[in-house]
T-cell receptor, first 111, second 112 residues
């Protein structure tokens, strides 16, 4: 069983809808949680990060962490066609340590 | 110039050949990583290096080797390429004081 599980999608939504993404994990030692966005033929880029449990908001993006359930989420409000990409969750035990990634969810936002 | 540069961008090679993928970074970070990406499997760590004298195996190091030539350079070698090493390979660097990795644009390797 993988340490970090993520539904591969694709997740197709109409423009303006809310996109909801999530990951589950098994290792309770994970403390830092990140979301990366990856466009086709590009490297992943950091979108959001959170430490321990709680919520974090940045513009149209909200990241949530529930450590008791070992579950993290990313919400994208007012989705745009430019949000079409693969979203990867990642986590580690300490800042700067090697990351463990989920398999990625492909998102398609249709105009 | 990109913060993390990988060469080549694309490569097709034959089974049994030795191949080297190169990575250089201008972020000034000590920590560098090599990952491979396969559809549905996400990014899996091959090797990582926390400084020039520190090299560590990741979860899938068999069939691969690395060389850290300088703080800015970290190369990945496939000693004898096999078809199941066909994948997208990413190099990354990180700063221990914060959370994010900076990735290169990747090398698409096909072994035939």
């Amino acid at each position: 069983q993988k340490e970090v599980e993520q539904d591969p999608g694709p997740l197709s939504v109409p423009e303006g809808a809310i996109v909801s993404l999530n990951c589950t994990y098994s290792n309770s030692a994970f403390q830092y949680f990140m979301w990366y966005r990856q466009y086709s033929r590009k490297g992943p880029e950091l979108l959001m990060y959170t430490y321990s449990s709680g919520n974090k908001e940045d513009g149209r993006f909200t990241a949530q962490v529930d450590k008791s359930s070992k579950y993290i989420s990313l919400f994208i409000r007012d989705s745009q066609p430019s949000d079409s990409a693969t979203y990867l969750c990642a986590m580690n035990k300490a800042a700067g340590n090697k990351l463990t990634f989920g398999g990625g969810t492909r998102v398609l936002v249709k105009p | 110039d990109a913060d993390v540069t990988q060469t080549p961008r694309n490569r097709i090679t034959k089974t049994g050949k030795r191949i080297m993928l190169e990575c250089s970074q201008t972020k000034g970070h000590d920590r560098m990583y090599w990952y491979r990406q396969d559809p549905g499997l996400g990014l899996r760590l091959i090797y990582y290096s926390f400084d020039v004298k520190d090299i560590n195996k990741g979860e899938i190091s068999d069939g691969y080797s690395v060389s850290r030539q300088a703080q800015a350079k970290f190369s990945l070698s496939l000693e004898s390429a096999i078809p199941n090493q066909t994948a997208l390979y990413f190099c990354a660097t990180s700063d221990p004081r914060n959370y994010g990795y900076t990735f290169g644009s990747g090398t698409r390797l096909t072994v035939v």
